[in-house]
């Protein structure tokens, strides 16, 4: 179709649609009036149940942790996916060890120098990253934070290392193998817990370790368990999606395109 | 005011789906999806809340003070990783695409009419 | 509560994450050996869940929570008889996927089995779950790996469009899916299916409805039913073949399963009083996307987008099957997934044996090539046959099931539409068995002129002497299964007392809020004469036979006088396949609210 009857088609459709969404919208109750017992429930007994006093966190891993299983597993598929479409294919790798012209080191592999300015500031903030990331995972279960939140802070450190310096440093500091296998441990830490939950407990991630005192950072039982093999995933998985994607932009600038 | 989140939501999802008819560059059109998916970050957190709710952590106020729903919040941190996870993949397939093709263009590509 | 229930799903997860952390330690064979033990041990305990689950549905709480006063706090799986018997089907066919893999692919790693278990454990989850995010969760990592399997071969731009065409529609689709999710848990506060099902109660308003089109959109767009199916013959036409077996053979079909287990748990309570008007717009889509599907695959010559194409129709006829909304008709659903899925995964695994032997897979190149393999070409064959529902099939159970529940309600013209579909797709699949391995017909076509020829690259080693028997057994064995099912004496029964099981709402409800025992009594014996069905599905198979080998003759109409206005329609179709994302989605959209103004209006008219 040509560009014009796409959108003739398009604008009708989508006027139409935002109003049958509209219609279905207006069956909701206002905003600001949460009806549901769902989560009154929850904010109820959490607490008391589970130790833990950051509710989401316990929704996320212990009453709806199946569902965080598998959104874990999202993550890793789309690693393993992004690993496996950004993969070097046998041209590249046999160009790579042909010519020394076209190893890591020649010019036209390199990006050009980052200013000091950048270098310092992102440097700078690799330590504080790292020390604040594993904050937000360790106190998932006190206060917002989590596995997710604080991986996805650590995984940013070495992209600051990449930013500052350039990809050899950032190849240095995330050795690829362990990378795959601390992403593989986080993801099958959280299996293990779960088949702990089963075999112990009767019930698939069945929260069987001691629960603790509320208000103290090992409350939670297996909540901060997770918790840390969640964070160990998410930051190894976002580093390698990281890794395959800069791998990938030195291979195009080497064919010369932008 | 108190149905106009919903409305942002509905039009989020819209202009999404704009985007994606109308691009003319697979990473725009992908950005477009996350735009996109981002209109049920807003109908989902919009019907979870509660005015005058806190947030539903009780390490400073006590268990029973009026909070907003905690399972819509975990269900869009499940919703957030899938829109990232999915966005990384589709960007390594416009990746791949733009070094053999040498365009992002989806008018340019002709290979699978019919 | 059941310690199996979560095992299909955690075991391929467990062993994929294994797989992958001795990513670079292990051999190719080992980790082969040990996707495929994987996938048997899954299988074996699907089975075992399924014999479970025909005495009562089999249930497990995720963490231990159990519901309390109504109100279910965690996740369930619900494992019906049906639910079980996909899980199982599913099993079936990544095993049959992975042992045809065992001589493919030269490049890969561990990392494709990675992925298949990924796929293996996401398509058995989405199939056991009874919570309503939780289904939503699973289609994601089932989408998630599906397109990167999908663009496993990125040398070839146009693989990397099919897999961005199946990725972005895909993606529309599920959160179109989420949308409709919120609708519901703003109006329940539950994600649990069975509560859900319970709060919303029989009214019916704006809401239930938009919720409901929502989640039967996005639920159709992964069944690939018009107008959402542009995506799945792009996907198929750049996919590795056992990549295409599963999308095929299961994964489209679990989008039917899902809107069948929404609607009859969820939404059948709000609509019973207007299942007519639910009944006129599933037979209208399903019926318009038979006829598509079908016209589409008769004018195309790369075999496996021929095949897409036929897929489309078939789903088509799922749809009409769901329709009908009667537990017959469902019965009938369940036994054609089966034996539809059996015969396109064996017909894919010859296409993939035509590409591994002549690295090609367009039907006019393969003119002839194909003459000495007979064995396959009896496959083929008789696969073929399976399309066009012959009696002996599991398939025709399957159409004689789901006519006679329309018959019941007195759409007997559905019937027609069945007609159509076989003999325009097994005609199809019989044209390109005519031509490849007997050389029939000449090697230049006047309706497949049009199509274009798609440049297939080989995926395998060049070692393309003869045929590897990992490679034949497994067609061989599906098609002889789609064969065994059909002739197997209790099946059909054995369907319908699972059917009634999964339309039993207020049964569901009871099972998952409150651990009741619901009473499963089997069907009863169906007295209606099968002679009528019989002649039925005799004639189409032969409309077939005929069909194709007049395609191939020399007098093959192609100035005939109703040859314009049917080839100015079959080229106005091939126009709007356009392989561009944007018409794909300006599609979707038109569906979407052509759905909802639709349905809206069929039920303010009452």
């Known amino acids: 179709m040509n560009r014009?009857?796409?959108?003739?088609?398009?604008?009708?459709?989508?006027?139409?649609?935002?109003?049958?969404?509209?219609?279905?919208?207006?069956?909701?109750?206002?905003?600001?009036?949460?009806?549901?017992?769902?989560?009154?429930?929850?904010?109820?007994?959490?607490?008391?149940?589970?130790?833990?006093?950051?509710?989401?966190?316990?929704?996320?891993?212990?009453?709806?942790?199946?569902?965080?299983?598998?959104?874990?597993?999202?993550l890793f598929m789309s690693v393993v996916g992004g690993t496996v479409l950004l993969r070097r294919q046998r041209e590249e790798e046999k160009s790579e060890h042909k010519d020394q012209a076209l190893?890591?080191?020649?010019?036209?592999?390199?990006?050009?120098?980052?200013?000091?300015?950048?270098?310092?500031?992102?440097?700078?903030?690799v330590g504080p990253l790292v020390v604040f990331g594993l904050y937000m995972v360790a106190h998932g279960q006190l206060t917002p934070g989590g596995g997710f939140q604080g991986g996805v802070i650590l995984a940013t450190a070495p992209l600051l290392v990449y930013l500052g310096g350039d990809l050899k440093k950032f190849k240095q500091i995330t050795s690829h193998t362990l990378v795959e296998v601390a992403e593989a441990a986080g993801a099958g830490g959280y299996l293990a817990i779960g088949f702990a939950g089963l075999i112990l407990g009767g019930a698939y991630l069945r929260n069987v370790a001691a629960l603790g005192r509320t208000g103290v950072i090992n409350s939670g039982g297996t909540i901060a368990l997770i918790n840390l093999a969640t964070g160990l995933e998410v930051a190894a998985g976002f580093v390698l999606l990281l890794y395959a994607f800069l791998e990938q932009t030195l291979e195009i600038r080497l064919r010369g395109g932008k | 005011m108190s149905f106009f989140p919903y409305a942002v939501a509905a039009w989020l999802f819209i202009i999404g789906l704009y985007g994606i008819v109308t691009s003319r560059n697979f990473v725009h059109l992908v950005i477009c999806l996350a735009v996109l998916q981002s209109s049920t970050y807003v109908l989902l957190l919009s019907i979870g809340y509660r005015v005058g709710g806190t947030a539903p952590v009780f390490a400073a106020v006590p268990v029973g003070t009026l909070a907003v729903d905690p399972v819509v919040q975990a269900l869009m941190l499940t919703d957030i990783v899938v829109e990232a996870t999915v966005v990384a993949l589709l960007l390594a397939l416009a990746l791949q695409l733009h070094k053999h093709a040498n365009t992002l263009d989806p008018d340019k590509l002709k290979a699978l009419e019919g | 509560m059941s310690t199996l229930a979560p095992l299909p799903v955690v075991i391929p997860l467990s062993v994929a994450a294994i797989l992958s952390a001795l990513n670079k330690f292990?051999?190719?064979?080992?980790?082969?050996?040990?996707?495929?033990?994987?996938?048997?041990?899954?299988?074996?305990?699907?089975?075992?869940?399924?014999?479970?689950?025909?005495?009562?549905?089999?249930?497990?709480?995720?963490?231990?929570?159990?519901?309390?006063?109504?109100?279910?706090?965690?996740?369930?799986?619900?494992?019906?008889?049906?639910?079980?018997?996909?899980?199982?089907?599913?099993?079936?066919?990544?095993?049959?996927?992975?042992?045809?893999?065992?001589?493919?692919?030269?490049?890969?790693?561990?990392?494709?089995?990675?992925?298949?278990?990924?796929?293996?454990?996401?398509?058995?989850?989405?199939?056991?779950t009874g919570d309503l995010f939780n289904l939503f969760v699973f289609f994601e990592l089932m989408s998630a790996s599906a397109f990167a399997l999908c663009g496993y071969k990125v040398e070839e731009p146009e693989s990397m469009q099919g897999a961005l065409n199946f990725g972005i529609t895909n993606t529309v689709g599920a959160f179109l899916v989420l949308s409709g999710i919120g609708l519901l848990y703003g109006r329940t506060g539950a994600l649990n299916m069975a509560q859900i099902g319970r709060t919303l109660g029989g009214n019916l308003d704006g809401l239930v409805i938009t919720a409901f089109i929502f989640i039967m959109a996005g639920f159709f767009i992964k069944a690939a039913v018009f107008p959402f199916h542009f995506w799945l013959a792009d996907a198929h036409a750049v996919a590795p073949t056992p990549v295409c077996v599963l999308f095929s053979g299961i994964m489209v079909e679990l989008g039917i399963y899902a809107v069948l287990r929404v609607y009859w748990v969820i939404f059948d309570g709000p609509f019973a009083a207007h299942r007519w008007d639910v009944r006129a717009l599933l037979l209208a889509v399903g019926s318009i996307t038979a006829v598509v599907g079908a016209v589409m695959c008769f004018g195309q010559r790369h075999i496996k987008r021929l095949l897409a194409f036929s897929t489309v129709s078939h789903v088509g006829l799922l749809t009409i099957g769901f329709g009908v909304l009667k537990e017959g008709a469902l019965a009938g659903v369940a036994l054609y997934v089966l034996g539809h899925g059996l015969v396109k995964a064996a017909l894919f695994l010859v296409a993939g044996l035509l590409l591994h032997r002549f690295s090609s897979?367009?039907?006019?190149?393969?003119?002839?090539?194909?003459?000495?393999?007979?064995?396959?070409?009896?496959?083929?064959?008789?696969?073929?046959?399976?399309?066009?529902?012959?009696?002996?099939?599991?398939?025709?159970?399957?159409?004689?099931?789901?006519?006679?529940?329309?018959?019941?309600?007195?759409?007997?013209?559905?019937?027609?539409?069945?007609?159509?579909?076989?003999?325009?797709?097994a005609g199809a699949v019989l044209r390109v068995w005519g031509r490849v391995f007997r050389g029939m017909g000449k090697a230049e076509d006047a309706e497949t002129a049009g199509a274009k020829k798609i440049d297939e690259g080989r995926e395998t080693n060049a070692a393309s002497h003869g045929i590897p028997a990992v490679m034949f057994a497994p067609a061989a064995a599906l098609v002889l299964l789609a064969v065994a099912i059909g002739l197997m004496p209790g099946v059909k029964r054995a369907v319908r007392t699972a059917a009634i099981v999964m339309q039993d709402r207020t049964g569901y409800q009871a099972r998952v809020l409150e651990h009741a025992w619901i009473p499963v009594t089997p069907a009863e014996e169906e007295h209606t004469p099968i002679g009528k069905g019989l002649a039925w599905s005799f004639g189409t198979t032969a409309a077939a036979l005929v069909l194709a080998f007049l395609s191939l003759s020399p007098y093959w109409p192609s100035k005939h006088v109703?040859?314009?206005?049917?080839?100015?329609?079959?080229?106005?179709?091939?126009?709007?396949?356009?392989?561009?994302?944007?018409?794909?989605?300006?599609?979707?959209?038109?569906?979407?609210?052509?759905?909802?103004?639709?349905?809206?209006?069929?039920?303010?008219?009452?």
């Open chain 3, 26 to 128: 292990v051999g190719r064979r080992l980790s082969e050996a040990l996707a495929i033990l994987t996938t048997i041990a899954t299988g074996v305990i699907c089975g075992e869940l399924l014999l479970q689950a025909r005495v009562q549905p089999v249930m497990h709480w995720f963490g231990g929570w159990t519901p309390r006063a109504g109100v279910a706090l965690g996740i369930s799986f619900v494992i019906d008889p049906i639910a079980a018997g996909a899980a199982v089907f599913t099993s079936l066919l990544v095993l049959a996927a992975l042992i045809f893999s065992l001589h493919y692919f030269d490049t890969v790693g561990t990392l494709f089995h990675v992925l298949m278990l990924g796929f293996l454990g996401a398509m058995c989850g989405f199939a056991l």
């Open chain 3, 562 to 606: 109703l040859a314009r206005p049917v080839a100015k329609t079959v080229h106005l179709l091939r126009a709007i396949h356009s392989g561009h994302v944007g018409d794909y989605v300006a599609f979707l959209t038109f569906g979407v609210a052509a759905f909802g103004v639709v349905l809206a209006v069929l039920i303010h008219l009452r």
């Open chain 1, 4 to 74: 014009r009857g796409r959108m003739i088609l398009f604008l009708l459709s989508a006027a139409v649609f935002g109003g049958v969404y509209l219609w279905g919208l207006k069956g909701l109750p206002p905003v600001g009036h949460y009806r549901g017992p769902y989560g009154d429930v929850l904010n109820q007994v959490a607490t008391y149940e589970r130790h833990v006093t950051d509710i989401v966190t316990a929704v996320n891993f212990d009453y709806r942790g199946f569902d965080t299983l598998g959104e874990e597993f999202i």
């Open chain 1, 103 to 125: 190893s890591d080191e020649s010019p036209e592999r390199q990006a050009p120098e980052p200013s000091d300015a950048t270098r310092v500031l992102t440097l700078g903030l």
């Open chain 3, 361 to 425: 897979v367009d039907e006019l190149e393969l003119h002839g090539r194909a003459c000495r393999m007979q064995a396959t070409g009896v496959v083929f064959f008789v696969a073929a046959l399976g399309l066009a529902s012959m009696p002996g099939f599991a398939t025709f159970l399957g159409e004689s099931g789901i006519i006679d529940g329309a018959k019941g309600i007195g759409q007997g013209w559905v019937r027609a539409v069945f007609v159509i579909a076989g003999v325009l797709t």
